[in-house]
């Protein structure tokens, strides 16, 4: 075993980084037999004390190693060690940490860090905007003016954005005025008021004016457009209305934001967007009414989908929000308020489809009987419309009927009836689910967000259902189309991200996935990241235990 290492010169990336490869190079000399070595984790690891050098390669881990390390530096637990040792990094890499949490709307550790080391809120022109330091931002505009408008390195935002960002700022009680003035001071210099940043999953870009749009930040949204920031921007509107942001709404629209139309042609409209929010969703309700003050400012209901995008089908081509609400679970309040506004009771999709057929198939019976008390045509049901209305209603010996009359009709279900599964999952329906499980319902569809039955129970912690779905065949190490990873990725981020998070159901989910077979390849997602690197700890005990992380 080593000496502790000295801390690392400034410039250094992280003190931390000598200590993880000491202790990847003690396990690998371990795994090989390295005598001295061996006996020193025996003589740190109680657990491995009574275990031959044989027994020791065989059972020795890197958390073992990790905690051997810390111990040997005088720490109780690797977390110690890392808390000691991330206090000895260069301000270069707490800075990044911080600006990481601002990006990551992650406020508490963004404080955290800052309180720890206030020096970051002068350590360049990003953080001093994220941190609100107005007096730092001046300084240094004053002394390079260019710095506003300079690309940042790729993946990084550029200053403006930082400085649009508030809830940090909040939180450190800068005022109003002074988040203005910071948004100002790089306006002035030469950052343009439409400064946008890649998404990361994806070729669409977020507009610096969407971030005020987004938490309601009226004063900052305002100078933004007063500068040239255009108001139709396909984020902003979109986003101001899901919240609910009705000065927000009223300014765009002031500056002359469509209501009825995004920047592309053809594309997802306002009222689409905000029709297409599930009732089940926990924003769904401010959604709606967002999507009424539009309506009541003169909103075109009756502007179809004219093109596919990200999440959609084709089979949705022609929609319009009325479509949109009938299928999302809505009931009669959201169907008569587009109706009020001149929406087509029956218009078709380019499939044929009208929005009482898509109330239909999505069982939701307030919906149909609103559009049939309006005059909407209620004789165009196939066979699946009426199998898809008895899954979602919960009507068992209905879907089986349908399905003896008409032999093929579940292998036959294309994309979008199939993901019907994902409606009963959100809408935690398993009476739905158990059903369409019961017909033989194909497991391989995802969602419009990606990710197959399978992937989403993990994701959302439910053990019933994951052991339900495995039960019938699930696939458990197919890879989503979306971040490239199989179930089990998907439990270790539910784990940490879900709003179900907990240190019960997720551990169980991962015994359930590794007895069911899942591997390590299918498990590592589009970026190359483990599922241990994603999950809270209880999931990262359970992968080591069963041997499936290091």
């Known amino acids: 075993m080593s000496d502790q290492p000295s801390p690392p010169a400034e410039g250094a990336r992280s003190a931390l980084d000598a200590v993880r490869r000491e202790a990847k190079r003690l396990l690998r000399q371990a795994r090989a037999g390295d005598a001295p070595v061996l006996a020193a984790l025996r003589a740190l690891l109680p657990r491995l004390a009574a275990l031959d050098d044989a027994g020791v390669r065989t059972a020795i881990r890197l958390a073992d190693v990790q905690h051997a390390v810390a ?23 707490h800075a990044a940490r911080f600006l990481e949490a601002v990006r990551g709307d992650d406020t508490a550790r963004a404080l955290a860090v800052l309180e720890t080391h206030p020096a970051i809120a002068h350590h360049d022109l990003a953080c001093a905007c994220a941190a609100g330091d107005v007096a730092a931002v001046e300084a240094r505009l004053a002394a390079d003016p260019s710095a506003a408008a300079r690309p940042a390195p790729p993946d990084e935002p550029p200053p403006l954005v930082y400085a649009a960002l508030s809830d940090v700022k909040r939180a450190r009680g800068v005022t109003e005025a002074e988040q203005v003035r910071l948004v100002r001071l790089l306006l002035d210099a030469g950052a343009s008021p439409n400064t946008s940043v890649p998404l990361p999953d994806g070729p669409d870009r977020l507009p610096v004016l969407y971030y005020p749009c987004l938490a309601g930040n009226v004063a900052v949204a305002r100078l933004l457009l007063e500068r040239g920031a255009a108001p139709t921007d396909g984020e902003s509107l979109y986003h101001a209305a899901q919240h609910d942001r009705r000065e927000i709404l009223e300014l765009l629209l002031a500056h002359g934001a469509d209501p009825s139309r995004g ?7 306002p009222l689409y967007f905000l029709a297409s929010h599930r009732a089940s969703n926990p924003i769904g309700a401010a959604a709606m009414r967002g999507m009424a003050w539009l309506l009541a400012h003169g909103a075109d209901p009756n502007v179809p989908l004219g093109r596919v995008s990200d999440g959609q089908t084709r089979a949705q081509l022609g929609e319009t929000p009325l479509h949109r609400v009938a299928a999302g679970g809505h009931g009669a309040a959201a169907i008569e308020s587009l109706l009020a506004h001149g929406a087509r009771v029956d218009a078709a999709r380019t499939d044929g489809a009208t929005p009482y057929v898509l109330a239909i198939r999505a069982g939701n019976r307030a919906a149909a009987d609103a559009l049939a008390a309006a005059g909407a045509d209620v004789a165009r049901l196939a066979p699946v419309d009426r199998l898809l209305d008895a899954c979602l209603t919960g009507d068992a010996a209905g879907a089986h009927a349908l399905v003896a009359s008409h032999p093929g009709l579940v292998a036959a279900l294309d994309e979008e009836a199939a993901r019907a599964i994902h409606v009963a999952l959100d809408d ?51 890879r989503d189309s979306r971040y490239g990873s199989s179930p089990i990725a998907w439990a270790a981020h539910g784990s940490r991200f879900s709003p179900r998070a907990n240190d019960d159901d997720y551990p169980a989910i991962v015994h359930l996935l590794l007895d069911a077979g899942a591997t390590r390849a299918e498990a590592y997602n589009r970026w190359h990241e483990p599922p241990e690197r994603l999950a809270r700890p209880s999931v990262v005990h359970a992968l080591r235990a069963r041997g499936f992380a290091p």
Do not use: F
């Open 71 to 93: 111990r040997q530096h005088g720490h109780d637990n690797w977390a110690a060690l890392k808390a000691a040792y991330e206090r000895l990094d260069p301000l270069h890499v």
């Open 263 to 269: 920047p592309v042609e053809g594309a997802t409209t």
């Open 428 to 478: 935690d329906h398993p009476e739905a689910v158990a059903i369409m499980l019961s017909l033989g319902w194909p497991l391989g569809v995802e969602s419009e967000w990606g990710g197959t039955a399978l992937h989403w129970a993990a994701w959302h912690g439910r053990v019933a259902l994951v052991r339900q779905l495995l039960a019938h065949g699930a696939p458990v190490n197919a």
